[in-house]
């Protein structure tokens, strides 16, 4: 079992930029594929990224490619999300979350560990 802790969240006007960090304690965060998530107020959550064990595939949800990157570092066991030029409709609070195995999935019930998420505001 692995326990996932983000952080890295806050408010920020649009156009800036946030680092997102997950942190991972209980098990090496090397054998999972990651991925990040986020839930605006009344939607359901929704995929934003996933990135393979070894950091080198990924995929991202269309309303953020070419602005948010994700990678990992499993040697200091953490996933990073990178968001730059943010917009007030990424308003959300954003999850970390791991399955086991290989495939880079899109759905939340593919995901078995979840972190306890954090808040990201985006100002207009």
């Known amino acids: 079992q692995v326990q996932l802790v983000e952080s890295g969240g806050g408010l920020v006007q649009a156009g800036g930029s946030l680092r997102l960090s997950c942190a991972a304690s209980?098990?090496?965060?090397?054998?999972?594929?990651m991925g990040w998530f986020r839930q605006a107020p009344g939607k359901e959550r929704e995929f934003v990224a996933t990135?393979?064990?070894?950091?080198?595939?990924?995929t991202y949800t269309d309303s953020v490619k070419g602005r948010f990157t994700i990678s990992r570092d499993n040697a200091k066991n953490t996933v990073y999300l990178q968001m730059n030029g943010l917009k007030p409709e990424d308003t959300a609070v954003y999850y970390c979350?791991?399955?086991?195995?290989?495939?880079?999935?899109?759905?939340?019930?593919?995901?078995?560990?979840w972190g306890q998420g954090t808040q990201v505001t985006v100002s207009s």
């Open positions: 979350a791991a399955r086991p195995g290989t495939m880079l999935e899109v759905t939340t019930s593919e995901y078995v560990y």
């Open positions: 209980g098990r090496t965060l090397g054998i999972y594929v």
């Open positions: 990135i393979s064990r070894s950091g080198g595939s990924t």
